[in-house]
């Protein structure tokens, strides 16, 4: 059974930084692709940033810069490190696996297995 459980959410003044975790279980973590997604009130997820297993990552615009992703394969995990945040950054962040690294990494549909998300709060 895959899990994927995010962490590290909370709320900050703008400028400040968040990093997110997420591990994940029940896959080869290690031949995934992975990637990172937000959703704010009254829009529609999003893709934030995506690593590929050996590490080739890609970011929306909004974000490059900002955010940077990474993974630490021995453990499982996938890391989304924010800096600069701003409100428009603000939402719920959802870490998500597939299986197959082709296709549209910002489309939701590639994407087998999601987490239950972390919220992001950033005051102005």
């Known amino acids: 059974q895959v899990q994927l459980a995010e962490s590290g959410g909370g709320s900050v003044q703008t400028g400040g930084s968040l990093r997110l975790s997420c591990a994940a279980s029940?896959?080869?973590?290690?031949?995934?692709?992975m990637g990172w997604f937000r959703q704010s009130p009254g829009e529609e997820r999003e893709g934030v940033a995506s690593i590929s297993p050996f590490g080739t990552t890609s970011y929306a615009d909004s974000v490059k810069g900002r955010f940077t992703i990474s993974r630490t394969n021995a453990e499982n995990t996938v890391y989304l490190q924010m800096n600069s945040l701003k409100p428009e950054d603000i939402g719920m962040y959802y870490c998500a696996a597939r299986s197959s690294c082709s296709g549209s990494w910002y489309s939701e549909t590639a994407y087998n297995a999601w987490g239950q998300g972390t919220q992001v709060t950033v005051s102005s």
């Open positions: 029940g896959i080869r973590f290690s031949a995934y692709c």
